[in-house]
């Protein structure tokens, strides 16, 4: 079982910087694929970038440069560094977990078991 929460959300002009941080209570988050998600207001909840036990990262082509997932596993959290922001990434970012593999599960929302309550960005041009 995993809970999380995240944090570090917030209003920044095009080109800004935000880093979004997601805690774990309960199993270590080394045990699980971890990602993050985001979705815009009428679209579907994409995959932005996940993240396998063994600290291998996998990226959406449009945050490839731009973004970086990473993991804290003495803080059990998360986090996503986002670089040269555009008003395109306005959306409601959210982390996920599961216990399977990253390799069976990315690429879907319907494959992780857990989430955070999100935590909105907004990009403002």
């Known amino acids: 079982q995993e809970h999380l929460v995240e944090s570090g959300g917030g209003s920044v002009q095009a080109g800004g910087f935000l880093r979004l941080s997601c805690t774990a209570s309960g199993d270590a988050i080394y045990s699980y694929c971890m990602a993050w998600f985001r979705q815009a207001p009428g679209k579907e909840r994409e995959e932005v970038a996940t993240?396998?036990?063994?600290?291998?990262?996998n990226y959406a082509d449009f945050v490839k440069g731009r973004f970086t997932i990473s993991q804290d596993k003495d803080k059990n959290t998360l986090t996503l560094r986002m670089k040269s922001l555009k008003p395109e990434d306005t959306a409601l970012y959210y982390c996920?977990?599961?216990?399977?593999?990253?390799?069976?599960?990315?690429?879907?929302?319907?494959?992780?078991?857990?989430w955070g309550q999100g935590t909105q960005v907004t990009v403002h041009s």
């Open positions: 993240i396998d036990r063994n600290g291998r990262t």
């Open positions: 996920a977990a599961d216990l399977a593999l990253c390799s069976v599960v990315k690429g879907s929302p319907l494959g992780f078991e857990f």
